[in-house]
């Protein structure tokens, strides 16, 4: 490499980097969420911005999963979601939170790692291409409420139709490996078909009615 080339590339760093940067924060905007389901945007929690090199993918599932750790009903699922972020950045090395969406006890439902890139898991299957959400605590032992259920059905039948996921493409990440997640309550709702049911409901009947 000739000193030229090197000084030129030298300066164009900072361009680089500055338009990963750009491209995760712009993708805060991309997706218009009906305001019924009361989602909380990135920016309305405190995430931090980072660098990725992962390349996007293209949503065709919905997986469903659970913490895997019980949450107390007087833990701030605010401060959780920012600490998450940052124990999953430094202890994990991934690039945020594994999943794209969380829900927690009462049914908030918050965007977390951007959709256009695929999550990261500690078991053996490929996320490549899953929209995941997973609903704060473990529902081995939680019982899973009501308004829980509700923003779980919402939020599925919201991505099911942006990102035209067939219903046979919406389940729980047991279904794909070895696992306990998300939890006996959880999954009992996917195996006696009332999320399923509700997802067709939701279907015909337009726009989420929360
Ligand atoms: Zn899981």
Redesign the pocket.
Known sequence: MTFKLFFILLALLPVVACSKREALESETAAIDYPAALGVVKRSGWGWQPGDTTLARHKVSKI????G?EEFPKDKDPVLYLQNFQAWCRTEKNWMDNP?HFMIDLEGGIYETRPIIYPGD?N?GYDPTGHA?I?VMGNYEVQILSQAQLAALIDLTAFLQREFEVPANAVK???DYTE?L??GKDLYRYLEDGTIRAALSQKKIGGVPDR
């Not at 997986?63 to 659970?66: D, E, L, P, S, V």
């Open positions: 997986t469903i999963h659970h895997g999943y898991t078991t995941l997973c729980a990440h047991k696992t997640c998300p």
